[in-house]
């Protein structure tokens, strides 16, 4: 079966860094997203892996390793505003979004 | 429109009675897909739509579920004799061209569902 494995939660200190981790195991693999979930609001795109490296973007990187069926996403300096929860999701062989059930983030000051 | 919307925002119903939830994909985006969130749960796929035909109906919990759409526009989603295991976030997503590449999806607010 398809299967997307990350932590179910985790606690992180303001101005601090911290990385989330995702493991997969799909039919296929054709792109790996992380998105970011405020409670009680709709998803929103964070970032996008279909190659092996780090892809940055401001505060957030994300990195794919995809012979060793992982991931992680990375904030830097990270901010109250950051407690949310975090998606990872693989688009498989035929193309369609398999997601982890998330990573609840909370921020201390 | 600017966005996804989706309506209604919030749902309650009675046990077996019907519903039915909307959403307006980003107009001209031919991708939509329709997601149940349950409480603290990540996303369970529910039905994607290419156009107005739906290649891959596979996360359709029971035949209680159906979904439709008019052309490259409004999907329906409809729940039958709604039971207190479908109360959740019902979430629509529209993508571009549903066909890979750095193609995002773009979520609407949702739609909370209560059956009591």
């Known amino acids: 079966g398809q299967n997307i494995d990350q932590p179910t939660e985790m606690t992180a200190t303001e101005g601090a860094i911290v990385q989330i981790n995702c493991t997969y195991q799909?039919?296929?693999?054709?792109?790996l997203f992380w998105y970011q979930q405020h409670a009680g609001e709709a998803p929103t795109f964070l970032s996008y892996?279909?190659l092996d490296g780090l892809e940055e973007k401001g505060r957030f990187s994300s990195f794919l390793s995809r012979s060793k069926g992982y991931s992680y996403l990375l904030l830097k300096e990270l901010q109250m505003k950051d407690s949310a929860s975090y998606l990872c999701?693989?688009?498989?062989?035929?193309?369609?979004?398999?997601w982890g059930a998330g990573t609840k983030l909370i921020i201390k000051p | 429109g600017a966005g996804v919307s989706q309506s209604p925002s919030n749902k309650v119903t009675e046990k077996g009675k019907d519903v039915e939830l909307r959403c307006d994909p980003i107009s001209g985006h031919t991708a939509l897909y329709w997601y149940r969130q349950r409480l603290g749960q990540g996303l369970e796929f529910l039905i994607y739509f290419q156009g107005n035909s739906a290649p891959d109906k596979s996360g359709l919990p029971s035949d209680r579920f159906s979904a439709e759409r008019t052309g490259e526009s409004v999907s329906t989603l409809t729940i039958q004799r709604t039971q207190q295991e479908d109360s959740a976030v019902y979430l629509c997503a529209s993508s571009p061209w549903g066909s890979g590449g750095l193609e995002t999806q773009y979520f609407g607010p949702g739609t909370r569902l209560l059956v009591l």
């Open positions: 892996n279909v």
């Open positions: 799909t039919s296929g693999f054709n792109g």
């Open positions: 999701a693989v688009r498989d062989s035929n193309y369609q979004l398999i």
